[in-house]
């Protein structure tokens, strides 16, 4: 079992600079893939970006976005670069099985948390 908490979102301007961090409660983090995800109003959730062993992005954030972790400390985070009106969405943290077969859909992942809101300004 993981809890996930988000922080870190927030109303920024087109260009600016976001850092969204995931705090994971439970244990065995490093055995976990983690993933982000966002969701804007009236649209479906939509896969932002995967870390196990590698790494992998949406390419609509490629080149703008960073994902992290530390298993020391038990977080994951999203540096979020050069931000456009677009990425404008609810932010949520996806925890699942180093195993998962599609990173990029949201099925794989069993824990999720709350959310955060990311709002760019144009």
């Known amino acids: 079992q993981v809890q996930l908490v988000e922080s870190g979102g927030g109303l920024v301007q087109t260009g600016g600079s976001l850092r969204l961090s995931c705090a994971a409660s439970?244990?065995?983090?490093?055995?976990?893939?983690m993933g982000w995800f966002r969701q804007a109003p009236g649209k479906e959730r939509e896969f932002v970006a995967h870390?196990?062993?590698?790494?992998l992005y949406a390419d609509s954030v490629k080149g703008r976005f960073t994902i992290s972790r530390n298993n020391v400390r038990n977080t994951v985070s999203l540096q979020m670069n050069s931000l456009k009106p677009e990425d404008t969405a609810v932010y949520y943290c996806?925890?699942?099985?180093?195993?998962?077969?599609?990173?990029?859909?949201?099925?794989?992942?069993?824990?999720w948390g709350q959310g955060t809101q990311v709002t760019v300004s144009s």
């Open positions: 996806a925890a699942g099985s180093l195993g998962i077969q599609i990173p990029m859909s949201h099925k794989g992942y069993n824990y």
């Open positions: 439970g244990r065995a983090f490093s055995m976990y893939a």
């Open positions: 870390i196990s062993g590698d790494t």
